[in-house]
């Protein structure tokens, strides 16, 4: 029996180097330094991983097609497939493509095999098509799991996320503490995020929903200012179409007006930039496109 590693035993390896890079850097620090040296930067990586979950969505991808290259050429080695790593991929984006894979599912494929053979314009040729906003019906559409859940065991909770725009996991780390009364941004209440307790670990500053403070300030009284401030979040609880809620609201709020249309494409007069940019903030994004695609339309 030979002693050369096998395909997934190194494709493993070379996964764990990624993660263990990503977690001893800071992806601030090095998107800082490219912004310093000039570079505009509009999609980042520095070919690192820094989340579990990213890690374990990229990994699936990488297996399936090692997989794939292992039963349509008999690839059996690692360095094999690197030296075909660009015409390989192709190949299975474009099955995929012909499969009627979704856009998001080839996107999300393709950066899983350029960031794992760090090759940044890797399978290039392969046309994805445009992800359209009418296709994406997460928040927009009741999905099996929310229709078993009971909104009205939960009202205090529904209540405190239309008015704070929290995620799930922030909800479950949320301490009584975090409420303040008079907070730093704009006086009045809000939420501290913490950091590590967000999505890529970035504290922040969460606005209460004016109008809404009713929702959230009885919630500090007579408690231990270490207590959660919900004990106990459903599983079923989706809370992505209450922050768009509170997205909405919170633009009208500061804007003064509507949201922008959604049958054409957006002009720049159709929107005001700084509330939503306030808006992209308090959701813990740093982009005006994400709302605007997925929040505010």
């Not at 922030?170 to 008079?182: G, K, N």
């Amino acid at each position: 029996m030979g002693n050369r590693k096998g395909i997934i035993y190194e494709a493993n390896e070379r996964l764990d180097a990624l993660m263990h890079e990503g977690l001893n850097t800071s992806r601030y620090a090095a998107k800082k330094a490219r912004r310093e040296a000039g570079e505009s930067l509009w999609a980042f990586s520095d070919g690192v991983i820094r989340s579990h979950g990213t890690r374990n969505t990229y990994q699936q991808h990488v297996m399936a097609f090692i997989q794939w290259a292992r039963s349509n050429y008999e690839v059996r080695r690692l360095e094999v497939l690197d030296r075909r790593a660009d015409e390989l991929a192709t190949e299975y984006l474009n099955e995929h493509l012909d499969a009627g894979k979704s856009p998001d599912t080839l996107q999300t494929e393709r950066s899983a095999l350029r960031l794992f053979f760090r090759i940044r314009l890797l399978a290039e040729c392969v046309c994805i098509p445009e992800r359209k906003r009418e296709n994406i019906t997460r928040s927009r559409k009741t999905t099996i799991r929310e229709q078993q859940f009971q909104p009205a065991n939960w009202a205090p909770l529904i209540a405190f996320i239309q008015a704070t725009g929290l995620r799930a996991n922030e909800l479950r780390q949320l301490q009584v503490e975090d409420i303040l009364v008079y907070g730093p941004t704009t006086g009045g209440p809000e939420i501290t995020i913490k950091k590590g307790h967000a999505k890529g670990g970035r504290p922040r500053q969460v606005p209460v929903l004016p109008g809404h403070e009713t929702d959230v300030l009885p919630l500090l009284d007579g408690r231990n200012p270490q207590d959660l401030v919900f004990p106990r979040i459903p599983s079923r609880l989706h809370p992505q179409k209450y922050r768009r809620a509170y997205a909405q609201a919170y633009y009208r709020h500061l804007s003064g007006r509507e949201l922008p249309p959604t049958h054409r494409r957006l002009r720049r007069s159709d929107y005001d930039e700084e509330a939503v940019l306030r808006v992209s903030r308090a959701l813990g994004h740093n982009r005006k496109d994400v709302v605007l695609r997925n929040y505010l339309r």
